[in-house]
């Protein structure tokens, strides 16, 4: 199997909505997103699939090393084999690929975040740098589209992060802010035992808000000179509104279910920004 046959492979086998946007590239753009796209996932599979936090952080460790000795002309993982030949040729930088790791390593670090700062932090390393490296392989000309690639990213993780509470907590883990679960009376507790209320209601309606709020101001960041290019973002985009618009109208039901979108319609939300431009 050659380096891009398996991060082909590992793009596909995710069944992220990302691959429905990677559909309409051309090739050379489509290899580069796909291979970036491989390593955001094998180091997130670190994390997902961890019984042993020791072990996961000496996989992210070997994982910084190998992302080092990349950048050195040595690459001896398959994604990094795919990757570093184009890396230059759009802006990939070593400092984006540790920032990724960075972000899984809190993961095995923390299970709580105090406020909304905190949580913030989280989604820049693993989704505002991804949204930023993305934002290059897709083209961009204009330096404002890296603020509105960074927002879209902090809307797109919020979305996870919604949609996973009950995941999440299966875990042990609440994204969500301590600061706004004592804001609306929700005990940490009532999370870990997917209890469900009038409370958590109100909670869940306060973050869907923010995120929403947050692809407002990510679109409004866009510039128009560079709104045709980043065509796959904006279908992300579509993607995840459309998703946390169905988790609002099913009243947050998201502690014992993972509330999704078929792929049909993913592949129609796409389209659809493909080919008229519209959210």
Same mark, same amino acid.
């Given at each position: 199997?050659?380096?891009?046959?398996?991060?082909?492979?590992?793009?596909?086998?995710?069944?992220?909505?990302?691959?429905?946007?990677?559909?309409?590239?051309?090739?050379?753009?489509?290899?580069?997103?796909?291979?970036?796209?491989?390593?955001?996932?094998?180091?997130?599979?670190?994390?997902?699939?961890?019984?042993?936090?020791?072990?996961?952080?000496?996989?992210?460790?070997?994982?910084?090393?190998?992302?080092?000795?990349?950048?050195?002309?040595?690459?001896?993982?398959?994604?990094?084999?795919?990757?570093?030949?184009?890396?230059?040729?759009?802006?990939?930088?070593?400092?984006?690929?540790?920032?990724?790791?960075?972000?899984?390593?809190?993961?095995?670090?923390?299970?709580?975040?105090?406020?909304?700062?905190?949580?913030?932090?989280?989604?820049?390393?693993?989704?505002?740098?991804?949204?930023?490296?993305?934002?290059?392989?897709?083209?961009?000309?204009?330096?404002? !589209?890296?603020?509105?690639?960074?927002?879209?990213?902090?809307?797109?993780?919020? !979305?996870?992060?919604?949609?996973?509470?009950?995941?999440?907590?299966?875990?042990?883990?609440?994204?969500?802010?301590?600061?706004?679960?004592?804001?609306?009376?929700?005990?940490?507790?009532?999370?870990?035992?997917?209890?469900?209320?009038?409370?958590?209601?109100?909670?869940?309606?306060?973050?869907?808000?923010?995120?929403?709020?947050?692809?407002?101001?990510?679109?409004?960041?866009?510039?128009?000179?560079?709104?045709?290019?980043?065509?796959?973002?904006?279908?992300?985009?579509?993607?995840?509104?459309?998703?946390?618009?169905?988790?609002?109208?099913?009243?947050?039901?998201?502690?014992?279910?993972?509330?999704?979108?078929?792929?049909?319609?993913?592949?129609?939300?796409?389209?659809?920004?493909?080919?008229?431009?519209?959210?």
């Amino acid at each position: 199997m050659t380096p891009q046959d398996y991060v082909q492979q590992k793009a596909a086998a995710s069944g992220s909505s990302f691959y429905y946007a990677f559909l309409f590239l051309p090739p050379p753009k489509r290899a580069a997103i796909t291979a970036f796209y491989a390593f955001c996932r094998e180091v997130d599979d670190v994390v997902d699939e961890a019984t042993d936090t020791g072990v996961a952080a000496t996989k992210l460790a070997w994982w910084q090393a190998q992302v080092t000795q990349a950048f050195a002309g040595q690459p001896t993982h398959p994604v990094m084999q795919a990757l570093m030949p184009i890396a230059a040729d759009y802006g990939i930088e070593q400092r984006h690929l540790q920032a990724v790791i960075e972000g899984c390593q809190m993961d095995l670090q923390q299970t709580r975040y105090l406020d909304y700062p905190g949580l913030q932090r989280y989604c820049h390393l693993v989704a505002g740098v991804v949204g930023e490296v993305a934002a290059q392989i897709f083209g961009q000309t204009q330096s404002q !589209t890296t603020a509105y690639a960074h927002t879209l990213g902090q809307a797109l993780q919020l !979305t996870n992060i919604i949609r996973d509470v009950g995941e999440d907590a299966m875990r042990g883990r609440i994204y969500l802010p301590m600061s706004d679960l004592q804001q609306f009376g929700v005990t940490a507790q009532e999370i870990l035992n997917r209890k469900y209320s009038d409370r958590f209601t109100a909670l869940m309606t306060f973050q869907a808000q923010r995120a929403q709020g947050l692809y407002d101001q990510a679109l409004a960041l866009l510039p128009a000179a560079d709104r045709r290019a980043q065509k796959p973002g904006l279908m992300m985009a579509s993607i995840y509104r459309a998703l946390l618009r169905e988790i609002e109208h099913d009243q947050f039901q998201v502690l014992h279910q993972r509330i999704s979108l078929t792929p049909l319609r993913k592949l129609w939300l796409a389209w659809k920004v493909q080919a008229l431009g519209r959210l």
